[in-house]
C-alpha cells in the first residue's frame, strides 16, 4: 500500500514539473512576443545614420547570419546535425547539443552590434527556449534516443516556435533597413 502511495507521489510531482516547465515556456514564448511587438513599433536603428555607407549591407548581412544561425539551432536541424550515438550517455549527449548551440552563437556574437536591441533580445530568447527544451528533454532520461524523441515530440507540441518567431522578427528589422 505504501508503494502505491509512492507512486502517486510520483506522478503528482512529474505532473507539477510539466506544468511549471510549461508554465517557464510559456513566459518565455510571452517575453519574445512582447519584444518584437516593441520592435515593430519601433525599428530604430542600431547604428547612426551617419556611420558611413555599407551600414545598411553590414545591416542587412547581420540579419542574414541570424536566420541562418537560427535555422541551425532551430531542433529539427540540431538533431539532424547531431544524431545520437549509440553509445553516447544522456547527459553527454545533452552537453554536445547545449554546445552546439553556444558555438553557433558564440561565431555570430559579434553581428548584434548591427541590430536593434529589441531583435537581439530576441534572438537571445529564442536561443534560451531551445536550450531549456534540451535540458528538459534531458530529465530523466535514460539514452540519448530517448532524448531525441523527447525533443521532437516537445518541439512539435510547442504553441509557438521560438526560432519562427525570431526569424519573423528579423525579416521586419530587414525591411526596415530596405525602406529607409
Do not use: H, K
Request: charged residues 20%; aromatic residues 6%; neutral net charge.
Amino acid at each position: 500500500m505504501v508503494l502505491f502511495y509512492v507512486y502517486i507521489l510520483l506522478y503528482v510531482l512529474a505532473v507539477v514539473g510539466v506544468v511549471l516547465f510549461a508554465i517557464g515556456l510559456l513566459r518565455n514564448l510571452a517575453a519574445i512576443r512582447s519584444s518584437i511587438q516593441g520592435l515593430s513599433m519601433s525599428l530604430a536603428p542600431a547604428a547612426p545614420a551617419d556611420a558611413g555607407p555599407g551600414i545598411e549591407t553590414l545591416r542587412l548581412q547581420a540579419c542574414e547570419r541570424f536566420t541562418l544561425m537560427l535555422e541551425r539551432i532551430s531542433i529539427p536541424n540540431l538533431l539532424l546535425r547531431i544524431p545520437p550515438a549509440e553509445d553516447s550517455a544522456p547527459r553527454e549527449y545533452t552537453a554536445e547539443l547545449l554546445l552546439a548551440i553556444r558555438q553557433e552563437v558564440e561565431y555570430n556574437i559579434t553581428q548584434q552590434i548591427y541590430v536593434s536591441d529589441s531583435l537581439w533580445r530576441i534572438i537571445t530568447q529564442s536561443r534560451d527556449n531551445i536550450s531549456m527544451l534540451i535540458a528538459r528533454a534531458a530529465e530523466g532520461a535514460d539514452s540519448s534516443r530517448q532524448i531525441t524523441e523527447r525533443l521532437r515530440r516537445m518541439s512539435a507540441q510547442q504553441a509557438e516556435d521560438p526560432v519562427a518567431l525570431a526569424q519573423g522578427a528579423i525579416r521586419r528589422e530587414a525591411a526596415s533597413v530596405l525602406t529607409t
